[in-house]
């Protein structure tokens, strides 16, 4: 009798165990939902060029201040045909939600797009993103993730520690950490704010090692929805970058490693998101408005002009978003970015820092984007 019971427990036992066992199982078994996007896009100054380096001879493209500057050959810069260049844009996300936390909402995102600058492949670059987010309650979520950019190509520039007469491919990798956690306001119908923070290792290749960087930003956001749903957004960020290579024993000593080139950064910004409710297809226009100001930590010894080190750096975005057909829709926008840095006031205090110079750009885009959910888990 006793060892019929025992029996009975184990069985009872190991039945209960496979049955939670597949029950475990089917929570992960969950649909995943894939994202794709195609961006064909258009960049009126790719490489960034102030006027004053437009100048390609004998195709009256020359900045007005040539005849101060010299005559410069922007192949140099690694141009090998124009200033501009069309952009294809692909994006491909996969978006899984397994039920683990009961109730809450819990998502896994990885990500990958990959911008193809037609008329410089060496400019083309890969962004990767892996990202884990909860839904706590209604409008708050916690977020976590890493986005990495094995190699971004900004343009060729003199290496002063080299030979100042030649120039060299200027490279950077980029790997962020960041965390964000929004909740609502009570006080405040439909509104919630935001905080983000993040952690960027910017480091450069051999020939510009003295621009290494360690980035730190926090950011607030401040989001409300209208009861007509329109959605309004204002924004406080504060960056920090840190030039690692100033002073460290890691790093050769030379004159740019001696001179601190850290940095803080000042952002604002501004966004409104008209929803259409009466227009066919028309499902939202946007504008974004970007301010922000950066300032040096330190003047170099040589320099007696006390603000050359400080530029400011804005952009506007405008947008459309189409419902084209059910699960495709398509996006069109243009954004004006510009920089400015008063080089005629400075006079030659510009030739410090060729990375810091005015400049002017106007890119169009076209996105066209879709979304499916397979089972390819059960």
């Known amino acids: 009798m006793g060892r019929r019971i025992i029996f009975i427990f184990n069985?009872?036992?190991?039945?209960g165990s496979?049955?939670?066992?597949?029950?475990?199982?089917?929570?992960?078994?969950?649909?995943?939902?894939?994202?794709?996007?195609?961006?064909?896009?258009?960049?009126?100054?790719?490489?960034?060029?102030?006027?004053?380096?437009?100048?390609?001879?004998?195709?009256?493209t020359c900045g007005d201040d040539v005849e101060r500057y010299g005559v410069a050959d922007v192949g140099e810069y690694g141009i090998s045909s124009t200033l501009d260049s069309p952009i294809l844009k692909p994006t491909f996300k996969l978006i899984y939600s397994p039920i683990v936390m009961g109730e809450k909402t819990m998502n896994i995102i990885t990500a990958i797009s990959y911008s193809h600058f037609s008329q410089a492949t060496h400019k083309s670059y890969l962004i990767s993103n892996l990202s884990m987010e909860i839904r706590l309650r209604s409008y708050s979520w916690f977020k976590v993730g890493i986005r990495d950019i094995p190699r971004y190509y900004l343009r060729n520039y003199y290496d002063r520690d080299a030979n100042s007469l030649d120039y060299f491919s200027c490279t950077f990798s980029s790997q962020k950490y960041f965390a964000s956690y929004s909740m609502p306001i009570s006080s405040i119908p439909r509104t919630w704010i935001k905080i983000y923070s993040d952690f960027t290792k910017?480091?450069?290749?051999?020939?510009?090692?003295?621009?290494?960087?360690?980035?730190?930003?926090?950011?607030?956001?401040?989001?409300?929805?209208l009861k007509s749903k329109h959605r309004m957004k204002l924004s406080y960020s504060h960056v920090n970058a840190d030039n690692i290579a100033h002073d460290s024993e890691d790093y050769l000593y030379s004159v740019e490693t001696a001179f601190d080139k850290s940095y803080y950064i000042d952002k604002i910004q501004g966004e409104f998101i008209y929803t259409h409710n009466k227009l066919k297809n028309i499902d939202q226009t946007g504008i974004s408005i970007h301010f922000e100001k950066r300032e040096?930590?330190?003047?170099?010894?040589?320099?007696?002009?006390?603000?050359?080190?400080?530029?400011?750096?804005?952009?506007?975005?405008?947008?459309?978003?189409?419902?084209?057909?059910?699960?495709?829709?398509?996006?069109?926008?243009?954004?004006?970015?510009?920089?400015?840095?008063?080089?005629?006031?400075?006079?030659?205090?510009?030739?410090y820092d060729s990375f810091v110079k005015s400049y002017n750009k106007h890119e169009l885009w076209i996105e066209l984007s879709f979304e499916f959910i397979t089972d390819i888990l059960y």
């Open 11 to 15: 069985f009872f036992l190991l039945m």
């Open 18 to 60: 496979l049955l939670f066992s597949q029950s475990l199982m089917n929570r992960f078994r969950v649909p995943i939902i894939i994202q794709g996007n195609m961006g064909i896009g258009y960049d009126s100054n790719f490489l960034r060029l102030p006027d004053e380096d437009i100048c390609i001879p004998d195709m009256g």
């Open 202 to 225: 910017e480091y450069f290749n051999p020939h510009f090692t003295e621009f290494d960087f360690d980035k730190y930003m926090i950011k607030i956001d401040m989001n409300h929805r």
């Open 296 to 351: 040096y930590h330190e003047i170099p010894t040589w320099d007696d002009a006390q603000n050359w080190r400080r530029y400011y750096d804005g952009r506007i975005k405008l947008w459309i978003d189409h419902d084209l057909l059910d699960g495709v829709d398509v996006r069109a926008w243009y954004q004006y970015r510009w920089r400015s840095f008063d080089i005629s006031f400075y006079g030659e205090h510009q030739a």
